[in-house]
């Protein structure tokens, strides 16, 4: 079974440049997570999906971020415009309809502001 | 608001010995609790999770332990091998609600 797949893997750009992240979850996963890492901290919840509809976007800054999940399938995250404070590594992680609450990441994306 | 807490960031142990991990959690509505493993340049891979209505849970040379009145879980690794050198991040939900992770810790298995 292939596992989550992220692209790019790193990526450097200017504040005040955009960017997108694209994530393609497990076949047949519902649930859909983007997570920021910033370094020497745990993951952080930026915004959930399931299926093609937003759980909770509560701690994703609206102003700059966006994200969709359009056919229910893969993700897409925005940054725009980027600050130098967004320099982390940006997760992407799905979970299955039945069952428990395990997880599964995808490698990243690591984001260097400058 | 650091509802889950690792409060060791690093941990060194001998090649062989036990291996202990250690998690702090405040919120009371947490139910479902998980550990990652995290090599360098790769995303946090699941390693074991335990309910709450459990106290013990193992899967091979991993064991997690739950104290719910404590608000504490560990996990241990024996015995310690140098593959298991890697940051391990507890995690917790509420009612299958979102992922809340501690900061992680540092493992150095030594030969």
């Known amino acids: 079974e292939a596992g989550v797949a992220q692209s790019p893997r790193y990526k450097i750009i200017e504040k005040r440049q955009s960017v997108a992240f694209w994530c393609n979850p497990i076949?047949?996963?519902?649930?859909l997570y983007w997570y920021q890492q910033i370094l020497g901290q745990g993951p952080k919840l930026l915004i959930q999906f399931q299926n093609n509809g937003v759980v909770d976007d509560s701690q994703l800054p609206k102003d700059r971020f966006s994200a969709e999940r359009l056919k229910g399938v893969d993700s897409t995250l925005k940054i725009q415009p980027a600050k130098l404070e967004d320099s982390a590594v940006y997760l992407c992680?799905?979970?299955?309809?039945?069952?428990?609450?395990?997880?599964?990441f995808g490698p990243g994306t690591r984001l260097l502001v400058l | 608001d650091q509802q889950v807490k690792q409060n060791s960031p690093s941990l060194s142990v001998q090649e062989g010995r036990i291996s202990i991990l250690n998690c702090d959690y405040t919120n009371s509505m947490f139910d479902y609790f998980l550990w990652y493993k995290k090599y360098p340049a790769e995303g946090p891979t699941f390693l074991i999770s335990i309910s709450s209505i459990k106290d013990k849970n193992e899967d091979g040379r991993f064991t997690v332990f739950l104290n719910k009145s404590a608000k504490h879980l560990s996990l241990h690794i024996v015995p310690s091998q140098p593959g298991d050198s890697a940051v391990y991040f507890c995690?917790?939900?509420?009612?299958?609600?979102?992922?809340?992770f501690g900061q992680g810790t540092r493992l150095t298995i030594n030969p």
């Open positions: 076949s047949g996963h519902a649930t």
């Open positions: 995690a917790a939900s509420a009612g299958a609600q979102k992922l809340v």
């Open positions: 992680a799905s979970r299955g309809v039945r069952g428990k609450e395990t997880q599964y």
